[in-house]
């Protein structure tokens, strides 16, 4: 993606030089890449971000005085960039049925609504679902790792702990956190509908408070998923390392470390989760009891082995 930057920033050098309209794309692009509110659908990955930013900035270009040559290089930046998550899409295993329809149940509900009305404790979005790639990412770590025994530490509705209880054998468990007793319900309600489901217990309860008891029961799990509250995942990661919670061999996959881009944006474009998040993986980087590796899959995932 050098190249791309590269490109978009001689585009913006070169309007900086014309006599009008000069500093309209400029600020559009710092706008959208500080604001944290954005209409629905929007892009919550670095790729996602990426695209539309060209989508935006070939627009501009078209409407203004830009150079055939600068029109050619963006229009033909923009179709390497929008095609590549449909390509990998198209080409990925499909979903199950069941997945299927919990994704689509996630995206026709209401969750403003189910804020503003109390029923959840938090904001909630569809964007927070993995999706396809991810959770066929998920359910082939399940496989590789041979686990019979996973962790999901935050669920939402559901998706990711189902894709990755299609991978377990029959006597698999799946334990999922769930800090919000609506969510918990709805994706229990989806997991009736998948021959999978039985394989799946959801802890209604914050995070950490699941961690530790899990801890102090002697659990171990041979592959761990966190994606909950990401001021907290310094914790999580200390809590796990610090017992026998990751079983000898197993592997932690720690979603949303890429946030956005923020994490590799200077500090003062990093919303409050970003923030958390490059402090996360400075610390995941500086302990010397794992060996990890950050994967560019939607919007970050690292994998972390214990050494």
């Known amino acids: ?47 996602g971000i990426l695209v539309e930013l060209l989508q935006s900035t070939l627009q501009l270009a078209q409407s203004s005085n830009t150079s055939a040559e600068v029109l050619t290089s963006l229009q033909h930046i923009y179709k390497l960039a929008a095609g590549l998550e449909p390509y990998i899409g198209e080409y990925t295993t499909n979903e199950s049925e069941a997945l299927t329809a919990l994704a689509q149940k996630t995206s026709t509900e209401d969750w403003s609504k189910r804020f503003s009305d109390g029923e959840t404790v938090r904001q909630l979005e569809q964007e927070m679902l993995s999706g396809h790639v991810e959770g066929q990412t998920l359910k082939m770590f399940v496989y590789l790792t041979k686990a019979k025994r996973v962790l999901e530490v935050g669920m939402f509705t559901g998706y990711s702990a189902l894709a990755m209880a299609e991978a377990l054998p029959d006597d698999g468990k799946l334990v999922a956190c769930e800090v919000d007793a609506y969510v918990a319900s709805f ?12 394989k799946i217990s959801v802890e209604v309860a914050p995070a950490l408070e699941t961690l530790r008891k899990l801890a102090q029961n002697g659990e171990s799990f041979d592959l761990i998923f966190i994606d909950a509250d990401k001021k907290e995942y310094i914790e999580y990661f200390h809590t796990i390392l610090d017992s ?21 944006l200077p500090n003062e474009q990093r919303s409050v989760n ?3 998040i490059t402090e996360f993986n400075q610390v995941v980087a500086n302990d010397s009891r794992v060996e990890q590796v950050i994967l560019p899959l939607r919007d970050g995932v690292t994998l972390i082995r214990r050494i």
């Open 187 to 198: 994706a229990q309600a989806c997991f009736q509908n998948s021959p999978h489901g039985n």
């Open 1 to 47: 993606m050098g190249r791309v930057y590269t490109i978009v920033n001689m585009v913006l050098r070169y309007w900086l030089t014309r006599p009008h309209g000069i500093l309209h794309l400029k600020s559009k692009i710092e706008n959208y890449m500080t604001t944290t509110q954005f209409n629905q659908p929007r892009a919550v990955t670095p790729h």
């Open 244 to 264: 026998s919670l990751l079983a000898p061999g197993g592997l932690i996959c720690v979603d949303n470390t890429l946030m956005q881009g923020q994490v590799y």
């Open 274 to 276: 970003g923030k958390a």
